[in-house]
Nanobody
Framework: QVQLVESGGGLVHPGGSLTLSCTASGSIFSIHTMGWYRRAPGKQRELVADISGASTSYAESVKGRFTISRDNAKTVTLQMTSLLPEDTAVYYC?????????????????WGQGTQVTVSS
């Protein structure tokens, strides 16, 4: 069984910074992609940033302000700076991983429980 544990959310003033971290555990053979999504009130979930190997991608709205990095094989970090009120959302960690299920290796997407980020004065 695979679990994702997120940390680092909270309340911050506009212009402030937060760092989110997500660590995966369980019967993981390999992780191909790690990323962060968010869902703001009344909006659909959207990709914030992801990292696959040495390649990263970002939503246009966070480019230049957020940085995603993979600290080790099972931990991904999202550094958020110059935060705006519109960054307020629940942030979810996601991984695309190969896991051993019985005698087979299969690929699945796994999601964290979410961590609240609130940007407000």
């Amino acid at each position: 069984q695979v679990q994702l544990v997120e940390s680092g959310g909270g309340l911050v003033h506009p212009g402030g910074s937060l760092t989110l971290s997500c660590t995966a555990s369980g019967s993981i053979f390999s992780i191909h992609t790690m990323g962060w999504y968010r869902r703001a009130p009344g909006k659909q979930r959207e990709l914030v940033a992801d990292i696959s190997g040495a390649s990263t991608s970002y939503a246009e709205s966070v480019k230049g302000r957020f940085t995603i990095s993979r600290d080790n094989a099972k931990t991904v970090t999202l550094q958020m700076t110059s935060l705006l009120p519109e960054d307020t959302a629940v942030y979810y960690c996601m991984i695309e991983a190969t896991v051993l299920t019985g005698y087979n290796y299969d690929e699945y997407n796994y999601w964290g429980q979410g961590t609240q980020v609130t940007v407000s004065s």
